[in-house]
């Protein structure tokens, strides 16, 4: 099952991926396509607010950070990562649960990261929003940093994303049945 769908300007079919026997959700993943990639962070830039660091978590959101930092010329953005890497330090995380991965993950920020978003516009970016658990863990860590939410930004919005009033999204992603019926 697929669910066809056009994202700034590009169609794509999605493939109708279940979460359990009840609940299925159109896989997005731009991992690989750079034109769909490039096209979403050129769109999402034209409604970006002013910003001085984009945000993202690992893993997905690595294309859409780097295409919207390079496209507007910004010199560095951030990444939460997955795990703590041996460069990181002055390390601190936040535990997250996001719909795509079964069991509780942890979100690292390092040190240098959090230190140069001290008092400064920090824009959070990620591929789709559904639970917005993978945001607020994004946002926990902007704020332990010091930083100030000024945007909070998806290509896609899914489920009861749709009607949050804070994020700024490209198109609405439904949910999906079994038989693989719109539901939500």
Do not use: H
């Not at 490039?38 to 893993?59: M, V």
């Not at 824009?123 to 332990?144: M, N, P």
Request: glycine share 8%; with cysteine; net charge negative.
């Amino acid at each position: 099952m697929k669910y066809t769908m056009t994202i700034a300007g590009l169609k794509r079919d999605l493939p109708l991926c279940p979460v359990n026997e009840e609940l299925y959700i159109g896989a997005f993943v731009i991992f690989g396509d750079c034109e769909l990639t490039e096209a979403c962070a050129a769109e999402l830039l034209k409604r970006a607010p002013e910003y001085d660091y984009i945000l993202t978590a690992e893993s997905k959101g690595i294309p859409l950070a780097y295409a919207m930092a390079n496209q507007a010329g910004d010199r560095k953005w951030m990444l939460a990562r997955k795990g703590a890497k041996l460069y990181m330090q002055n390390v601190f995380s936040v535990e997250v649960k996001s719909i795509t991965t079964a069991n509780m993950q942890k979100l690292y920020l390092d040190g240098a990261d959090a230190e140069m978003m001290k008092g400064k516009r920090i824009l959070l970016v990620d591929d789709v929003i559904s639970t917005g658990e993978s945001l607020r863990a994004l946002e926990e860590l902007a704020l332990k940093a010091g930083g100030e939410i000024v945007g909070r930004m998806a290509i896609l919005a899914e489920g009861d994303a749709q009607s949050r009033e804070d994020l700024i999204y490209l198109e609405k992603l439904p949910l999906f049945n079994a038989k693989g019926e719109i539901i939500g």
